[in-house]
Structure formats: structure tokens, C-alpha cells
């Protein structure tokens, strides 16, 4: 499968968010949006969860946006971003739902309005555990941290047994691997199995964004 580098976009204010669009939209035409509302985890973005048609109204951003559902309620939050036409995926947390009913619901909807469904899992939760959803599902996002502010140190083994076990059960799904990735560790993830990589701090200059983008040509 074609390797893919998608930059994330994790931010404490607007201002900043508008600063990183500027970098990126000359060498990406798809961003990830990093959306955490304070209750999943203890941060919270620029982005407000009660304002999303505020919020969309003043994206300037020319390409295509997928979200990282960071949040305690990502059927709620889902909802309110139907409709948006350069939403073309969303991934939520296996460990925000209730119950698998749940989980189902929330990939119907998305895939109902054309929008792929990806379901993301901590460093803690187990394979296992999604099984069930593969056949559901577009991606499966990795997380190589716990989910939070960036710049943390990846758990690389653990991040490539659960790439590996994912491969195995799903050969054709997309694979993404979010927090810690650079270029010394992406080769690993890549030969794991992972297809999408995701990366923060790493694209943090041009310089680092051409080498990235060299690496997995």
C-alpha cells in the first residue's frame, strides 16, 4: 500500500492554527485537526466544541480536513460536522464510546454522509479489543502516545506489535500511527505495516517536511 504523511494540527489558539495552515498548505492538500474539548483529555484546543459552524466559517484552508476526535462525546460531536464538504474522514476513540452499539452508529453516520470512519486506540487498549470493527472501518489509528500535547516520546514496540497484529487482520485497511513519529522511527512503523503516517513537531520546518515527504516516495 502507497505510504501516506499527513501533518496534524494541534494548537492552543487560532492565531496559531492560521500560522500552521500557512506552512502546510503549500506542501499538503489534507490536514488532520486535532479537536480535544478538556474532558477526554485534560488539554483543550483552539477549537470550541460548541462553535464548530463559527469555527468552519473562518477555515481559510484550501484543501481537504479529516478530524481527530479527541473528545468525550464523538457521536455528539460528529453531528454538528456533517455536512461540511472538505471533511473527508473522521477518527474517534475506542475508549470514548459506551458500548459497541455505539461504535456502529457513529461509523454509519459518517459513512452514510460520505465521510471515511476511523477508530483510534491509546497505547493501552489491545487489539483485540476492535476486532469486531475491522470490516467497518476505513483506518485504524494507532496512537504511539496517550493523547494529549505533543512532542512525547513514541512506545515504538508496542506501536509496531499492534501495527502488525492490525495488518494481519485486515490486510487492505489503512494504518495510521499518530504521536512520536519522526524520521528516525518512520521506517519502522512503515515496515510494520503502517500505510499513514501522521506527524506534529517532526514538520515543524520545510526542511523536515521535504525529507519526510523524500522518505516515503
Not at 489534507?30 to 479537536?35: A, G, R, T
Not at 454538528?80 to 459506551?98: D, P, R
Not at 494504518?175 to 522511527?185: A, H, M, P, Q, Y
Amino acid at each position: 500500500m502507497k505510504v501516506k504523511l499527513v501533518p496534524t494540527i494541534l494548537v492552543r489558539n487560532f492565531s496559531e492554527f492560521e500560522n500552521r495552515v500557512k506552512i502546510l498548505e503549500k506542501y499538503f492538500s489534507f490536514v488532520q485537526i486535532d479537536c480535544a474539548d478538556g474532558k477526554f483529555v485534560k488539554n483543550k484546543t483552539f477549537y470550541e466544541v460548541n462553535k464548530v459552524k463559527k469555527f468552519i466559517k473562518f477555515i481559510k484552508y484550501k484543501g481537504n480536513l479529516e478530524l481527530h476526535l479527541i473528545v468525550k462525546e464523538p457521536l455528539k460531536e460528529v453531528k454538528k460536522w456533517i455536512g461540511y464538504k472538505k471533511l473527508m474522514s473522521a477518527i474517534f476513540h475506542f475508549e470514548t464510546v459506551k458500548n459497541d452499539k455505539e461504535i456502529l452508529e457513529i461509523i454509519n453516520l459518517l459513512r452514510k454522509n460520505r465521510i471515511k470512519a476511523g477508530l483510534a486506540i491509546n497505547p493501552g487498549t489491545k487489539v483485540e479489543k476492535i476486532r469486531e470493527f475491522l470490516p467497518h472501518l476505513d483506518e485504524v489509528l494507532v496512537l504511539g502516545v496517550e493523547p494529549g500535547w505533543g512532542g512525547k516520546e513514541i512506545k515504538l514496540k508496542v506501536v509496531k506489535l499492534k501495527v502488525h497484529k492490525v495488518r494481519k487482520l485486515a490486510p487492505k485497511i489503512n494504518i495510521g500511527v499518530d504521536g512520536g513519529v519522526n524520521l528516525k522511527n518512520a521506517r519502522q512503523i512503515i515496515k510494520a505495516g503502517a500505510n499513514v503516517l501522521y506527524a506534529g513537531y517532526s514538520l515543524n520546518n520545510i526542511n523536515n517536511i521535504k525529507a519526510f515527504k523524500k522518505l516515503i516516495r
